[in-house]
């Protein structure tokens, strides 16, 4: 079974800086996608960043583009997002997400994913 494992979350300042991990298990795990999503409280769950992990194409939502990125590191098998210039707006709880690899669908839809990690809470104070 499956399961990605997250890490890395936690209480900062606005303009302070978190990176978070998602590591899956096993390690032989394979995808050809791996993506971070986040929800706060009475929020739907939004799309935060995905990469492709074959190509190493990026992709960020509107609201992170040039403050968060995500990475990944193949000997380890895992994905970050390192997130900077932390705003209040973004507490909310992060969750990584990939699909099965021979699925496909729309990176930004949280539709496409079939595994998911337990999430991890980043609060941003003012």
């Known amino acids: 079974q499956v399961q990605l494992v997250e890490s890395g979350g936690g209480l900062v300042q606005a303009g302070d800086s978190l990176r978070l991990s998602c590591a899956p298990s096993?390690?032989?795990?394979?995808?050809?996608?791996m993506a971070w999503f986040r929800q706060a409280p009475g929020k739907e769950r939004e799309f935060v960043a995905a990469?492709?992990?074959?190509?190493?194409?990026?992709y960020y939502s509107n609201s992170v583009e040039g403050r968060f990125t995500i990475s990944k590191d193949n000997a380890k098998n895992t994905v970050y997002l390192q997130m900077n210039s932390l705003r209040p707006e973004d507490t909310a709880v992060y969750y990584c997400?990939?699909?099965?690899?021979?699925?496909?669908?729309?990176?930004?839809?949280?539709?496409?994913?079939?595994?998911w990690g337990q999430g991890t809470q980043v609060t941003v104070s003012s």
């Open positions: 096993p390690r032989t795990f394979s995808t050809h996608t």
């Open positions: 997400a990939a699909p099965a690899l021979n699925r496909g669908g729309t990176y930004s839809y949280a539709g496409t994913y079939d595994y």
């Open positions: 990469i492709a992990w074959f190509t190493g194409s990026e």
